[in-house]
């Protein structure tokens, strides 16, 4: 609920520490109709593990706990 209401607030979603909320967020994402604007950011500074992608859809498990999802939702909202 608190991701969703940030998708419809902000310009920009860091969403961090992903792990096994994938599936959840790719959904969300998805509904919100802002997944073409998200990129997925795996094993940062792990040398060969480390990937970037933006087809959330196809990224499995190998993830990872520490994965990092930036979403461009192109709301400019200032207020509260």
Known sequence: AE???ALERCETLILYKIGKQ???LVRLL???KVLAQAH???HAE???RQFTTRDLRSAGPETGY???IAVRTGRRFWGM
């Open 3 to 5: 991701v969703e209401k």
């Open 40 to 42: 997925l950011a795996c």
């Open 30 to 32: 998805d509904r919100k």
């Open 22 to 24: 994938l599936p959840e």
């Open 66 to 68: 520490m994965a990092v």
């Open 46 to 48: 792990q040398g060969d």
